[in-house]
């Protein structure tokens, strides 16, 4: 089950950071969190993860609180090819093997 | 690197045939494949996991004999809906990693049954 709660929706001004907050406030000690958008129609893309530093890379920065009880993806110049679902996603280790499980995400729409 | 490909993209098949969809990891090994559901404005629902030369875990309420999968290789895991009906209609996406990586994904197959 997904451990994980984002907004349903969001906008962004082109040009501008994007924000996308996510709790996991039952996160525990060795779970990374992952973010991940889907473009309508295609598979979800990989952007960032992290278990407790920020990370940056060159699509987005993550930022964990301390208390890892939640993030947040931020995409520095938003552009209008960033309007996707995000789906930020806790691993959990089960018995069958660290799943992915999808929670609902936020659409995130870039408006020029 | 980390390319997931996924075949067909797109498949019509008849109320009662059985429609196979492939995953290939494309340049690197997958010790472990999972196989999505994604119905119109709804999230993904994971339905099984498969490690290659083992039988497939699946989901509660996934039924197996319906969903066949087969992850024969490191590189290759097949996804085959036997006696496809209309609500089978869906799109269904793979995805690979290798232990302890992020999971990545094939760009999905669009299953329509008449």
């Known amino acids: 089950d997904a451990k994980t709660t984002q907004p349903t929706s969001m906008d962004c001004a082109e040009g501008r950071a994007a924000n996308l907050p996510c709790n996991h406030s039952t996160i525990s000690g060795n779970e990374y969190v992952y973010w991940y958008r889907q473009i309508h129609s295609q598979g979800p893309q990989y952007i960032i993860h992290g278990l407790k530093n920020n990370e940056t890379n060159e699509m987005a920065s993550l930022i964990i609180t301390e208390d890892r009880k939640s993030s947040t993806l931020i995409l520095p110049h938003a552009t209008l090819r960033d309007t996707a679902v995000y789906y930020c996603?806790?691993?959990?280790?089960?018995?069958?093997?660290?799943?992915?499980?999808f929670g609902t995400g936020t659409s995130l729409t870039v408006i020029p | 690197g980390a390319v997931v490909s996924q075949h067909p993209s797109w498949v019509i098949c008849k109320s009662g045939t059985s429609v196979k969809i492939e995953c290939r990891s494309l340049?690197?090994?997958?010790?472990?494949m999972f196989w999505y559901r994604q119905f119109p404005k709804q999230s993904l629902m994971l339905m099984a996991t498969s490690n290659e030369g083992s039988k497939a875990t699946y989901e509660q309420g996934v039924e197996k004999d319906k969903f066949l999968i087969n992850h024969a290789s490191l590189t290759l895991s097949t996804l085959t809906v036997t006696s496809a009906h209309p609500e089978d209609s869906s799109f269904y996406i793979c995805?690979?990693?290798?232990?302890?990586?992020?999971?990545?994904f094939g760009n999905g197959t669009r299953l329509t049954v008449t």
């Open positions: 996603i806790v691993r959990a280790s089960t018995n069958t093997g660290n799943q992915f499980y």
């Open positions: 340049d690197f090994q997958a010790t472990t």
């Open positions: 995805s690979a990693r290798l232990t302890a990586s992020p999971l990545h």
